[in-house]
């Protein structure tokens, strides 16, 4: 099972996120949530963490039809997209693979989760490929 499509951006933080969440657009899906990891850990606890964001994205149409399938997807919602400094300059890019969601409550014999599935997986890939480009 795969957990995430996995890039590389040669981009600035707030670049990287912009770029990001421009691909995601124009598969339907928008940012519902920011959490700037390291500043969280910083003001709570005090201890540095490099630059870490995770995204939460949700295209409301493919979330809408798992809700009405079965509202306990919501435990597995929005799709999370983490943005990570590399040792190497730039910014690791991780998108949630759409299997690591349908393996983690056994829908995957649901037909209609495999429906859902396939395009979110679709419209991810393309994401992930816009963003390799």
């Known amino acids: 099972m795969q957990m995430s ?3 590389h951006l040669e981009l600035g933080l707030e670049e990287s996120i912009d770029q990001i969440t421009a691909a995601l657009k124009v598969e339907g899906f928008g940012i519902l949530t920011r959490i700037d990891v390291h500043t969280t850990f910083k003001q709570k606890i005090d201890e540095d963490f490099r630059e870490y964001v995770i995204l939460g994205s949700c295209n409301p149409r493919i979330a809408w039809k798992a809700f009405n399938h079965d509202a306990r997807v919501g435990l597995l919602l929005p799709c999370n997209v983490t943005v990570e ?4 300059g730039g910014y690791d890019v991780s998108i949630i693979h759409p299997d690591l969601l ?3 409550m056994g829908f995957g014999e649901d ?4 429906a859902i599935h396939e395009e979110a997986l679709d419209r991810l890939g393309r994401v992930a490929k816009s963003l390799r480009s």
């Open 5 to 7: 499509f996995d890039l």
């Open 85 to 88: 400094a590399a040792a190497r």
């Open 102 to 104: 349908l393996g983690a």
């Open 111 to 114: 037909p209609v989760f495999a």
